[in-house]
């Protein structure tokens, strides 16, 4: 999981081909501007099963056409977390 899947490719081990089955590769995604720069990214780097945390979701995002296989979301904790609307996370599990 990073917030900066543009490195990935640069990282992978040799033999990597595919993926291998037991690695996940992932990115976060808060907001729509996020989740519109890193998807194609992420999606574009050789994985068998490629995941966005959309943790902490501070907005309504639209999924789109080109999806991975695992979206994650919720909200922040802490003392000040910043809020979360529930009607983001149904929409995104609606999307899914």
């Known amino acids: ?5 543009e490195n990935i ?12 089955n037991n690695v996940w590769m992932g990115t976060s995604a808060e907001n729509q501007r996020r989740w ?3 998807l194609p990214i992420l999606l574009a780097t050789p994985a ?9 979701l501070l907005a309504p995002i639209d999924i789109g056409p080109h999806r991975p296989d695992w979206v994650i979301t ?7 977390p910043r809020p979360v ?8 599990r609606d999307q899914c």
């Open 1 to 5: 999981l990073t917030k900066r899947p």
């Open 9 to 20: 490719s640069g990282m992978l081990p040799k033999g990597w081909g595919h993926g291998w």
């Open 36 to 38: 519109d720069e890193r």
């Open 48 to 56: 068998v099963i490629h995941f966005v945390s959309a943790e902490p």
């Open 74 to 80: 919720g909200g922040e904790s802490g003392r000040q």
């Open 85 to 92: 609307k529930v009607t983001w996370v149904r929409d995104i």
